[in-house]
């Protein structure tokens, strides 16, 4: 094919035969003679095992004499790989050329039949402009869409969440997709998430600016329990973590500390075992307070606990869940720091006795500006029914209210009756 474009095109598809998935569907008219063979033994090796690249004796074997081994070298000549996105800029510039020179032809012959009778019929060049036009336009449709579905996308998300969302079912219309999510990547729109291949997140590049005079750094008033607000200072956005073995203390001593903040604070509740009647037996075991005298809110709750946070309130999670990829606890942390303003978060999870951390190890201790364990007691021998033994440790204190570390200090403590 005497073409330069058509030539480098194959020998593209060659070198890089997975560009069919750009554009497998303009190339498939493009081609005539020994082209179209070319091109659809290529196609048929990619369908068979989708290589990286075509060796040319392998090429020339399959076609089995029907195209000479030296034109297909000479396909070859001055080609390099090339990328999906400029694939099909390639591909739509000779489909151009192609259908120009229909419409050159039929308006040459056109006239000649003017010449003649002295008429011409037009009807024919409609469609063929029309086509001209069209080169393309299906790609720049949908390459706007894809950008418009990323920019819109909240959170992180996977090529296939993106095929399943933008219709992409053709292994064109994938490699589209694939293309238009590289340039953003290139582009420093989007940031590949590590967590395997096809997974991307939108890079936020606004930042708010912190007014350094017009900041106060008053710690906010609050009771802790154990005694824990006379040793650290909380500040807004704090996050606090109580990492328990079951059954050591973890629900019992979050309500203590909503008992003695509600008074001064707005509180919520996040609770995920029982229901309200188990809720309510619990606040019937504090005989310090009446029930009328408890004031916080209380929802059932179990995930997606950054998606009801008040930002400005103080709230309590008893408790969070974490799932079998532990790492994540971390992540979901770090989605509740982020929807708090003015207000705190007060966590419980669970811990294995046999770890120093809770659930998630030691991915749960970056974000909490206070990180405390419960352990039970096994100093205590013969313990009675309705008493736990317990004791807690400090992990992590960020902020000090004395000169020094509170970290790993340890107290032992008991509960009775809940």
């Not at 933008?166 to 589209?176: D, P, R, S, W």
């Not at 609050?222 to 059954?247: D, E, M, T």
């Not at 992590?396 to 790993?408: E, L, T």
């Amino acid at each position: 094919m005497a073409d330069n474009t058509a030539r480098a095109i194959l020998g593209s598809l060659i070198l890089s035969p997975g560009l069919l998935t750009a554009s497998e569907e303009l190339c498939d008219s493009l081609f005539t003679g020994r082209d179209k063979v070319i091109f659809s033994m290529i196609e048929k090796i990619w369908d068979e095992n989708q290589p990286e690249h075509i060796e040319l004796p392998l090429l020339a074997d399959r076609l089995d004499g029907k195209v000479s081994a030296v034109y297909i070298s000479s396909l070859l000549d001055g080609i390099c790989a090339i990328q999906p996105a400029g694939f099909v800029n390639l591909v739509n510039e000779l489909a151009r050329k192609v259908v120009a020179r229909s419409i050159v032809k039929l308006v040459s012959d056109g006239g000649q039949e003017m010449v003649k009778t002295g008429e011409v019929d037009l009807s024919s060049l409609q469609p063929l402009v029309k086509k001209y036009e069209s080169i393309g336009e299906k790609e720049r449709r949908m390459s706007d869409d894809i950008r418009l579905w990323v920019f819109t996308t909240i959170g992180e998300f996977g090529l296939g969440t993106a095929y399943k969302e933008l219709g992409a079912k053709t292994t064109q219309e994938q490699g589209l997709v694939r293309a238009v999510i590289c340039n953003l990547v290139k582009d420093g729109e989007l940031a590949p998430v590590g967590r395997g291949y096809g997974y991307y997140r939108r890079v936020e590049k606004t930042l708010e600016e912190v007014d350094l005079l017009g900041v106060a750094p008053d710690p906010i008033d609050l009771y802790l329990p154990l005694g824990l607000h006379y040793l650290v200072k909380l500040y807004p956005r704090a996050i606090v973590v109580v990492a328990g073995v079951g059954n050591m203390g973890k629900s019992a001593l979050a309500y203590d500390f909503i008992k003695n903040n509600m008074d001064k604070h707005d509180i919520h509740l996040f609770f995920s075992e029982g229901d309200s009647g188990s809720l309510r037996e619990r606040i019937d075991q504090h005989k310090d307070r009446m029930l009328g005298e408890w004031r916080f809110r209380a929802y059932p709750r179990t995930q997606h606990f950054s998606d009801v946070i008040f930002k400005d309130s103080i709230n309590v999670i008893d408790y969070l869940l974490v799932p079998d990829k532990f790492w994540l606890v971390g992540e979901m942390l770090d989605e509740i720091y982020r929807k708090l303003g003015k207000g705190i978060a007060y966590v419980n999870i669970q811990k294995d006795p046999k770890t120093e951390a809770g659930r998630g190890g030691w991915f749960g201790l970056e974000r909490p500006q206070l990180y405390v364990t419960l352990d039970k007691d096994y100093d205590i021998e013969n313990p009675a029914d309705n008493v736990q033994h317990c004791v807690a440790k400090i992990l992590k204190a960020k902020s000090w209210k004395r000169k020094w570390n509170p970290d790993g200090k340890v107290m032992k403590f008991s509960i009775e009756d809940g």
